[in-house]
Nanobody, 122 residues
Framework: VQLQASGGGLVQAGGSLRLSCAAS????????MGWFRQAPGKEREFVAG????????YYVDSVKGRFTISRDDAKNMVYLQMSSLNVEDTAVYYC????????????????WGQGTQVTVSS
């Protein structure tokens, strides 16, 4: 599976962005998908995940109610809709794929996208 993240950019605080992750591979629907982010000087952290069946979603507390992860298996796409952005959301955002599972640990993910920069200005 190859992943290509896009949709990042510069946005003012309070604004919205939608990140997209395009996946190659015929078994995409068997993968749990996650979004991670890494801010300058900080470790990469889990942001959101969605299971390979039933589309159960998980979020880190800091983005609950503001971010929404979704997937379209017919298009091999995963999205992260981000709203009410604040400066603390500034980071490089990565999408990742884990075969048959999803969770907050980076170790379970088999494939990673290249990252897309999100910058929130005050």
């Amino acid at each position: 599976v190859q992943l290509q993240a896009s949709g990042g950019g510069l946005v003012q605080a309070g604004g919205s962005l939608r990140l997209s992750c395009a996946a190659s591979g015929r078994t995409f629907s068997s993968y749990g998908m996650g979004w991670f982010r890494q801010a300058p000087g900080k470790e990469r952290e889990f942001v959101a995940g969605i299971t390979w069946r039933h589309n159960i979603t998980y979020y880190v507390d800091s983005v609950k109610g503001r971010f929404t992860i979704s997937r379209d298996d017919a298009k091999n796409m995963v999205y992260l809709q981000m709203s009410s952005l604040n400066v603390e959301d500034t980071a490089v955002y990565y999408c990742a794929a884990a075969f048959g599972r999803v969770g907050p640990s980076e170790k379970i993910y088999d494939y990673w996208g290249q990252g897309t920069q999100v910058t929130v200005s005050s």
